[in-house]
């Protein structure tokens, strides 16, 4: 092996002696600094520090210590110049053909309760990213590592060659500035999202300044919502434990864009619910929701919702599905099927479906109960792109609580009926607007969605139950605003409904409040409203 140099500069001490030991064996020369040239030199290799190096010493409480032409000069000189060469030789620079570092750690500072803008400045690396470029841009002479993650493949090439080779660096080097880029971006999302008071403090925005979104691409997709589109698909820099990019296809065909969006859909809604559930989506709304025993049962009445629109549809489950529900599951086309685990006979079932797209979503280090609900599976907050822009907001993450509901009218719902009234408006939240939804023994009976006005959707609801053959009779209703005239509170009465939860809120509440005492029925009002465009 030609002789090689490495620098090792490092926050995150993770694997770096172990490394650094198999470096050694391999022959090549160390460089550190600062706590990580102590660790090497305690654990008894040979390390020059950065300083002797240098020729001058660390100083600023170690803001300047890697800033110098003999470290930029040795990782930025091209190998294959001249005159690059020349200087060099002329300035008495040694080339640097491994840079392993990682950055001081500032997400992991400011995500900390209480972390001062104080704190967060000195976790603001200079030295390191300046290093993490050089290296990066010389990529084809330098391989730079910012990931202890990438130590074991760079060792066996070394080991087996004696070099790293050229699609080796570049990848690194890509990873390299994905780094800086990220790190870059933490700081301008934090700093900016700050304001002075006045007094010395700082007054936090959850809406910087400028927004920097972090995505990685998991995969490209064969077109988007149409053929002629194209698409692809991202997660998060950091993605929360039980969402659906943290899933994993145990079969089927590749998923498309609109099988993503749908599946998004049926999973955040099923998420939301305590006791087995399925939820079946088509075209981004529930058509079926149900609570059962267990995955059986729950399928068996979601699907009785509205039986037409699940072929072809997405199903949810948020408990494990066996192999009854699996049979039954089974009978129908599926487009994308999700739950968080499966039993080995379930599988088997849809082995006989090899295109039949298969998903399971982790939830280790998910907690659900009914305070949390899975929070941690839930985005913070909804974008939308608009002509050159976004809309930034939290996301619809509000749950009502019983205690929270207001009888409206003179008739107050049966604790039964009540039961039904929270199943239909935690429903009602997944439906674009305007939704109408009727329910009945923890399940849909008719959904109405999206349609301009809400007395339509009243009507398609109702229209949708009869189809299926179900009765509203004694049913509840869920409206995901407020009903801006007693005409959309008719139909739904006309079609059997002897409760409803709505958001309240309208200049005519009175009107309405007075038509449902007039037609017998209770009212609830939540106060808090659901649209979802």
Request: proline share 4%; net charge negative.
């Amino acid at each position: 092996m030609t002789s090689l140099t490495a620098l090792l500069s490092v926050s995150d001490k993770t694997g770096v002696l172990e490394f650094a030991r198999e470096l050694h064996g391999l022959g090549v020369k160390l460089l550190s600094t600062g706590g990580t040239a102590k660790l090497l030199a305690d654990a008894g290799l040979p390390v020059t520090e950065v300083a002797e190096h240098t020729g001058f010493p660390e100083m600023l409480d170690g803001r300047v210590k890697t800033l110098h032409p003999k470290i930029h000069g040795g990782l930025l000189a091209r190998r294959d110049v001249p005159a690059h060469m020349a200087a060099l030789k002329e300035h008495a620079i040694a080339t640097i053909d491994l840079l392993v570092v990682n950055l001081y750690p500032f997400e992991a500072t400011v995500a900390k309760p209480g972390c001062t803008l104080e704190d967060a400045i000195e976790n603001i690396d200079i030295g390191g990213p300046a290093m993490v470029r050089s290296a990066a841009k010389n990529w084809k002479d330098v391989a730079v590592l910012t990931d202890a993650s990438q130590y074991a493949s760079v060792l066996a090439e070394l080991k087996q060659s004696g070099a790293v080779a050229e699609p080796t660096k570049f990848t690194l080097a890509v990873a390299a500035f994905n780094r800086i880029s990220n790190y870059d971006a933490a700081i301008s999302d934090h700093l900016s999202s700050l304001q002075t008071d006045g007094h010395g403090g700082q007054i936090r925005s959850e809406y910087p300044a400028q927004s920097n979104g972090r995505f990685v691409k998991l995969q490209d997709l064969r077109y988007g919502e149409n053929p002629h589109q194209s698409a692809a698909f991202y997660r998060d820099l950091h993605p929360a434990p039980g969402s659906l990019v943290t899933a994993k296809q145990l079969q089927g065909k590749e998923l498309s864009y609109n099988n993503i969006a749908d599946a998004d859909a049926a999973w955040e809604c099923v998420k939301s619910f305590d006791t087995p559930a399925c939820v079946i989506v088509k075209h981004a709304n529930p058509c079926g929701v149900a609570l059962g025993a267990g995955a059986a049962e729950a399928y068996s009445k979601a699907f009785k919702t509205d039986p037409t629109s699940a072929f072809g549809g997405i199903i949810a489950f948020n408990c494990e599905l066996d192999a009854t529900g699996a049979a039954l599951v089974a009978k129908q086309f599926v487009e994308v099927l999700i739950a968080p685990s499966f039993t080995p006979e379930a599988l088997l079932v849809f082995a006989a479906k090899p295109n039949t797209r298969v998903l399971q979503i982790p939830l280790a280090g998910v907690t659900r109960n009914a305070q949390t609900a899975w929070e941690q599976g839930r985005n913070a907050q909804d974008v939308k792109r608009v002509g050159s822009g976004l809309l930034i907001q939290s996301a619809d993450n509000r749950e009502v609580m019983r205690s929270e509901l207001v009888v409206a009218t003179k008739t107050a719902p049966t604790d039964a009926q009540m039961n039904d009234l929270l199943f239909a408006w935690k429903v009602a939240k997944y439906v674009k607007s305007n939704a109408i939804v009727f329910c009945g023994g923890g399940m849909t009976l008719g959904v109405g969605a999206g349609q301009m006005s809400r007395i339509d959707s009243a009507r398609i609801a109702s229209i949708k139950a009869e189809n299926a053959g179900l009765t509203l009779a004694g049913s509840a209703v869920a409206s995901d605003a407020f009903f801006p005239f007693r005409d959309g509170l008719d139909v739904v009465c006309d079609a059997g409904a002897i409760c409803v939860i709505q958001p309240g809120g309208s200049v005519r509440d009175d009107e309405v409040i007075a038509a449902a005492n007039e037609r017998g029925i209770a009212m609830v009002l939540t106060g808090v409203r659901h649209f979802r465009h």
